[in-house]
Antibody, heavy 117, light 107 residues
Framework: EVQLLESGGGLVQPGGSLRFSCAAS????????MSWVRQAPGKGLEWVSD????????YYADSVKGRFTISRDNSKNTLYLQLNSLRVEDTAVYFC??????????WGQGTLVTVSS | DIQMTQSPSSLSASVGDRVTITCRAS??????LAWFQQKPGKAPKSLIY???SLQSGVPSRFSGSGSGTDFTLTISSLQPEDFATYYC?????????FGQGTKVEIK
């Protein structure tokens, strides 16, 4: 069974930084691209970033480009998202997700980031 | 960027009703269209990929169709556990854009 367990959320001040982790199990982690998707309170889903299985290719939404960095450690079966220069509008639940043939097929439970002074 | 527009934004339906949700892409995306279900306070659940293929474990009352720019999600007989918000997402190109969601409520 695929399991994706995010951690690292919390309260941070505007301009601050945070790093999320997503521990994966139940599948061959290095064989699959992974994603981060976020959802602001009361709003819809917003794609944030993707990374290929090898980690060699990364993609970002314009809203986070230059501020967020996606990475992975295939030896630890863990996906990361480094969030820098955080803004109030980055407040959201962040979900990690597994992709199969380009499409998300599994989701983590999410981790909440609140950016507030 | 490809814009995804869902309609309606919300609908009210009764158990047993046939429900159809539409998703329109601002440009052609072939069949690279997925549907997700989300209940309040929960993570989304993957329902359909490649326009019409059901993810493992998804009931057969869910179906998807379309191609190019126009797509539909159909629930053939709405069940109590189907009341939720549904999102489409294109994965033809980056950025991977979602529709704004369709909330299915109890009539």
């Amino acid at each position: 069974e695929v399991q994706l367990l995010e951690s690292g959320g919390g309260l941070v001040q505007p301009g601050g930084s945070l790093r999320f982790s997503c521990a994966a199990s139940g599948f061959t982690f290095s064989s699959y691209a992974m994603s981060w998707v976020r959802q602001a309170p009361g709003k819809g889903l917003e794609w944030v970033s993707d990374i290929s299985g090898s980690g060699g290719s990364t993609y970002y939404a314009d809203s986070v480009k230059g501020r967020f960095t996606i990475s992975r450690d295939n030896s630890k079966n863990t996906l990361y998202l480094q969030l820098n220069s955080l803004r109030v509008e980055d407040t959201a639940v962040y979900f990690c997700a597994k992709r199969r043939d380009g499409c998300i097929d599994s989701w983590g439970q999410g981790t909440l980031v609140t950016v507030s002074s | 960027d490809i814009q995804m527009t869902q309609s309606p934004s919300s609908l009210s339906a009764s158990v047993g009703d046939r429900v159809t949700i539409t998703c329109r892409a601002s440009q052609g995306i072939s069949n690279y269209l997925a549907w997700f279900q989300q209940k309040p306070g929960k993570a989304p659940k993957s329902l359909i990929y490649a326009t019409s293929s059901l993810q493992s474990g998804v009931p057969s009352r869910f179906s998807g169709s379309g191609s190019g720019t126009d797509f539909t999600l159909t629930i053939s007989s709405l069940q109590p556990e189907d009341f939720a918000t549904y999102y489409c997402q294109q994965y033809n190109s980056f950025p991977r854009t979602f529709g704004q969601g369709t909330k299915v409520e109890i009539k």
